[in-house]
């Protein structure tokens, strides 16, 4: 009897030795990365102005969640094994609106929420990228390049444009410094929107809806 369970046991760590050399090894977990806002509790004015953010627009190539790198101005790539917790698209989106909570005139509303809005704003995403202009071993530097247009919600009527770029060199070639800079570049970037909506001269056009 116990030579039958010692037989047993022997086969069972033979059996479980073989399930382990044959199984594959797992491949290499994606890391994910999300952008931080910093979102204060603002209260609002009365006379405070909804503007309904649009999903941005962009090239198919910043449409996803990877992590785009450039060795060029006419070469793009992606990190491997790391992305954005959310399109690019959408995290510009919501870091915006969140911004915009930041403001005692300003509210910012995703059109799926169904609030009713006289204003909307378009942003065009041009470069959201870590451009390595010294080669693969220097650090980077980032670049987000976006372009607003404003316009009533109603009739689409004109309000105006903004243009806004800021380039930054990451402190590092690493991912985590990449994406601590295209981080702050993008927050950057959408501050210097909002500060032009409430400039004194769009300010007023909004209120009146253009």
Known sequence: MKALKFLSFSMAIFMIGCTSFLLPEP???NLV???GVTQQSIPKSQKAVIIRVDRPKASSFLQGKDLIVSLSDLRLASVEQAQWEESIPDMVQNTFVNLLGNREGLIGVLPSSGVRSDI?????????EAYFDNGKSNAPLIIVHLNSTVSNAS???FIGTHDTRVVERSKGIEVSS???SINNSNTKAIKDIINWLDNPEIYNKLTSGG
């Open 27 to 29: 491949a290499p977990a």
């Open 33 to 35: 990365y999300r952008l």
């Open 120 to 128: 909307r704003i378009s942003i065009t995403i041009k470069r959201f």
């Open 155 to 157: 009739d689409r009527a």
């Open 178 to 180: 990449i994406v601590e």
